[in-house]
């Protein structure tokens, strides 16, 4: 395990911590990747722009709206590379940006719906529920959890046929916390005739994003994680020659309007998490991207060693990949409901964590991030055994 003299790890980020006073004190909260968390300049932006909407809601609604989103929205494309002068759909969340896709592409009866057992399960559900209504099938791709990236590749490609029609692809995996390689996917899907759909819900400010180089049909992230936006705040972007197929779920005044106006409007739902993107993305160009992303790697595998030492596990079975500020480690009994699990380890050890359940396996998962320490992981793994 690596030692915590490691200067990622010194004084500097003490001050850093403090910036994300609203957690529960004395808590450990090693979830940032189920619902994020925002530091206190970012919190107050948002109070700031409700302030204006709870003091006059008609001119907020109908004058401030509109000029604030478009400026978040070329703060955001420019913060996720997105092609020179383009802009992106600011959503609620991923699950928004998926459900957009999966209801707008061209999908017939006797095509196929390309997934992978690694999905996020609503995303899962939509491509389900459209193919259900179309007469289309899904297909799942069964990934081995700790598949390199030329074996993940190979299993995704070898499962599209003459009838793949649509494939959805995660970038980074929750329940897993895997990274795919969608940089050689997505054109090699491309090739083959299939439309991709990217699932980027842990991306933004966790790994740099570049659409213009990966120009996929579809891609949806959200920015309330490690791109520090208040939840919810997600971006969705797609290809041109999808944009005037894109159908908003939500029927809402600008249904008329052209992307990304068409996306955008959700009636009087507070909009303010999502102006506060841009606020976010400043917060981690302040601390520097790159100095936050190993901090959080450099952490989130410290954690994942010392849980394996708890738990007898040998870290060379343990999967991880580079970049990824999330860890998992299997438990060594499957639990019929996980979240009951998930409340024990919180209630008794007071920390915060993710049991997903994943083919009939039990995991854990942390993550990591600026507001963490060491210590807080090293709590979890004294008392892990006797939680379970």
């Known amino acids: 395990m690596e030692t915590l003299d490691n200067p990622l790890w010194g004084d500097d980020w003490t001050e850093v911590r403090a910036l994300f006073d609203t957690l529960q004190v004395g808590h450990a909260y090693l979830n940032h990747g189920g619902f994020g968390n925002s530091p206190r300049t970012v919190m107050l932006a948002q109070r700031q722009w409700r302030a204006r909407m709870n003091a ?3 001119r907020f609604f109908r004058r401030e709206v509109a000029p604030g989103m478009a400026t978040a929205s070329r703060a955001v494309a420019e913060f996720l590379g997105a092609p020179a002068g383009d802009s992106v759909a600011l959503v609620t969340n991923v699950t928004a940006a998926t459900t957009i896709a999966v209801d707008s592409v061209p999908l017939a009866a006797g095509d196929e719906f390309l997934v992978t057992d690694h999905g996020y399960l609503t995303a899962t559900w939509a491509a389900q529920r459209r193919a259900r209504e179309v007469g289309a099938s899904v297909v799942t791709a069964r990934i081995p959890l ?3 990236a030329a074996e993940i590749a190979r ?48 991306a933004p400010g966790m790994v740099p994003i570049d659409l213009a180089a990966l120009n996929p049909d579809f891609w949806g992230g959200n920015l309330h994680k490690w791109g520090y936006a208040p939840r919810s705040a997600g971006a969705f972007w797609a ?26 409007e959700i009636g009087t739902h507070d909009p303010t998490s999502r ?57 060594p009994v499957p639990y019929d409901d996980p979240r009951d699990l998930q409340a024990e380890i919180s209630d008794r050890l007071g920390v915060e964590v993710s049991v997903p359940k994943w083919n009939g396996m039990t995991l854990l998962r942390v993550s990591a991030n600026v507001y963490n320490a060491p210590s807080e992981y090293d709590r979890l793994a004294a008392g892990i055994r006797s939680v379970l």
């Not at 070898?158 to 649509?166: N, Q």
């Not at 290809?239 to 955008?264: C, H, M, T, Y």
């Not at 100095?291 to 991880?320: F, W």
């Open 275 to 331: 102006l506060c993107a841009p606020n976010g993305i400043a917060f981690l160009r302040a601390l520097g991207p790159q100095r936050v992303r190993e901090h959080n790697v450099k952490l989130a595998e410290y954690g994942q060693a010392a849980l394996a030492s708890a738990l007898d596990v040998d870290p060379a079975t343990l999967p991880g990949d580079a970049g990824v500020s999330m860890r998992l480690v299997p438990l």
């Open 146 to 148: 700790t598949a390199d």
């Open 56 to 58: 006059n809601a008609t």
């Open 155 to 202: 299993i995704v490609l070898a499962a599209v046929t003459p009838r793949t029609k649509v494939a959805l692809i995660d970038h980074i995996t929750s329940s897993t916390a895997r990274r795919f390689p969608i940089e050689e996917l997505v054109p090699a899907l491309q090739e083959r005739g299939v439309i991709v759909i990217v699932d980027a819900a842990h």
């Open 239 to 264: 290809a041109p020659k999808w944009r005037p197929a894109l159908r908003n779920p939500i029927v809402s005044w600008g249904q008329d309007e052209e992307f990304p106006l068409n996306l955008q």
